[in-house]
């Protein structure tokens, strides 16, 4: 009787070993619809539009957002933050006006 307890306890637990890995296999998932989100590489990301070269942005970077004064996104309602990336147009024209 204790034999045949101990050999389904291994059946048992090698069912769910290797239940607990099937279509887990390394560079495919099986679990994959066509739903899920695919992310886009940053070097994909298009950096040219007013949410990225502003001088204040939206942290979210929504999609048309931007300002050349501080205030909230349209978008998604966050405060702009100052774009350190951006120059200011004072900035580098010690001397002369345009």
């Known amino acids: 009787m204790v034999l045949k307890k101990a050999v389904y306890a291994l059946a048992l637990g090698a069912m769910l070993i290797f239940s607990s ?3 887990k296999h390394e560079g495919h998932n099986q679990n994959t619809t066509s739903t899920d989100k695919q992310e886009t590489p940053a070097a994909e990301v298009d950096k040219s539009g007013p949410e990225y070269t502003s001088a204040y942005i ?13 205030g909230q996104c349209p978008k998604c309602g966050m405060d702009y ?15 002369h006006n345009h």
């Open 21 to 23: 890995c099937a279509g």
């Open 58 to 70: 939206c942290p979210m970077h929504c999609p048309g957002s931007g300002s050349d004064q501080p």
């Open 81 to 95: 933050v100052k774009n350190d990336d951006v120059q200011s147009s004072e900035e580098g024209h010690e001397g």
